[in-house]
């Protein structure tokens, strides 16, 4: 497809003034609101990032929806997506200022790019023309997340900002399934609840009104996994082997939290070592994959040894192994929401996570009973390094015990971290 043929399909506003509502939905994330806020204040380019399928372009056609509204002239907000063609910036821009005659060296124009992480060089075009002109809007997306952000880093470092679209949260569920804007979460706290069972399954917008969990697994097995291998992985690295992808997949989905040996991983997939681990640093560079460092507080520094392997989100895990433990699904879920990068193990002691540095370091222990025991590990870890506060969060009720808080699971999922940490 010829570039000026793509751009007219894409920008069907240049001649209607409007984006469709099927491409623009109904429902607002959190992350059109902070995207809405950042474009209407800073000159920065703003960069989309996250999984496949959790609604990035949607965003987007969103955020030309809303410029419309404002007033900016159809013929200054030009999309195109990366998917369709490989183009340089500057032949869409010269082809929209053809096609249109918008000036776009001159006049204020906003740029849409969708899957800029296929586009090879992209952070060096887009930061030349940031530079070279100032009323150029950039708006980028893409699912190679770890690659978008390098990029940005070494490109457009103070030219910028990242913002991560994340599955849905659990109010953000609720909201899409009945059609209702949450203002206030405590009015709506307890019929949000009834759903956490089906929302660890599919919190992602193309599945929050699906049942059949046979058809949730095929989609996260296929327009998820299978797409980011086949397509975004393969494209961005040389000699990739998806067979070995697939494999390590279904080893890592199928226990999550899984102490990574590669030795041991090579050995049963008869590969040799570095190729294993070339492969494992593939599927955490698409954000298949998170790898929970081991914290060495004495040393302020992470071992290599004994890092953890989980699924970027606990759908995943269950789509590959839906009879899995509801203490691993718990553990799983927690440590994809609140972004955890750390534990701490020394011989039989262990915490699951740590949020924070220093001596504000804060210790998780994810627990899937109802009652608050077993927490020595926890007490010790306190006790050891001089730490302030601990977290539980559990399946019972809110409890402050010294200088442990236990808060529900709920309560994460509905308020976030730091409230679930506030001491009353």
């Known amino acids: 497809m010829e570039t000026e043929e793509a751009l007219r399909l894409l920008n069907d506003w240049w001649l209607t003034g409007k984006v469709k ?24 380019a703003i960069i989309l990032t996250g999984l496949r399928r959790v609604g ?12 419309l509204r404002t007033g900016i002239k159809p013929i200054n907000i030009i999309y195109f997506t990366m998917d369709y063609k490989w183009a340089d910036i500057t032949n869409i821009l010269d082809t929209c200022q053809m096609i249109t005659g918008i000036n776009w060296k001159s006049e204020k124009i906003y740029v849409f790019l969708d899957e800029i992480q296929k586009l090879r060089g992209w952070g060096e075009q887009v930061k030349m023309l940031y530079d070279a002109f100032p009323n150029i809007h950039f708006v980028l997306s893409g699912s190679a997340s770890l690659q978008l952000e390098r990029t940005a880093m070494d490109s457009l470092a103070g030219r910028h900002f990242m913002l991560e679209v994340p599955v849905l949260s659990l109010t953000e569920y609720f909201s899409l399934r009945h059609g209702i804007d ?15 069972e089906q929302y660890l399954r599919k919190p992602f917008p193309e599945l929050v009104n699906v049942d059949d969990q046979r ?34 997949i279904e080893i890592f ?21 570095q190729e294993v681990e070339r492969h494992i640093y593939m599927l955490e560079f698409s954000k298949l994959i998170r790898i929970v460092k ?49 534990y701490w193990r020394e011989g039989n002691k262990e915490i699951d996570g740590l949020m924070g540095g220093g001596k504000d370091i ?18 010790y870890f306190l006790d050891r390094f001089n730490i302030k506060r601990g977290l539980v969060i559990y399946n019972g009720n809110r409890v402050d015990k010294g200088k442990i808080t236990a808060s529900n699971v709920k309560d994460v999922l509905l308020y976030g971290f730091r409230e679930a940490d506030r001491r009353n």
């Not at 099927?22 to 209407?40: P, Q, W």
């Not at 071992?303 to 718990?330: C, F, H, M, T, W």
Request: aromatic share 8%; hydrophobic share 40%.
């Open 362 to 379: 804060i210790p998780i222990e994810i627990k899937a009973s109802e009652n608050l025991r077993d927490i020595k590990w926890l007490e």
């Open 21 to 44: 509502n099927e491409l623009t939905k109904v429902y607002r994330r959190d992350a059109f609101e902070k995207a809405i806020e950042l474009i209407g204040k800073y000159r920065q």
């Open 215 to 248: 058809i949730i697994n095929e989609y996260l097995r296929e327009s998820v996994v299978s797409r980011i291998i086949g397509l975004d992985l393969t494209a961005e690295f040389k000699d990739t082997d998806v067979n070995l992808l697939n494999s390590l």
């Open 253 to 273: 989905f199928s226990e999550p939290g899984m102490i990574l040996n590669v030795d041991s991983l090579s050995r049963a997939l008869a590969r040799r070592k």
């Open 294 to 342: 081991n914290y060495r507080p004495s040393a302020l520094s992470e071992s290599r040894k004994l890092r953890k392997i989980y699924p970027y989100d606990v759908s995943l895990a269950i789509a590959y192994r839906p009879s899995l433990e509801r203490g691993i699904v718990l553990e799983t879920l927690i440590i994809s929401r609140l972004n955890i990068s750390r």
């Open 182 to 196: 949450v203002k206030n979460v405590k009015l709506y706290e307890g019929e949000i609840s009834l759903e956490i």
């Open 56 to 67: 990035k372009s949607t965003i987007m056609y969103q955020m030309i929806d809303y410029l």
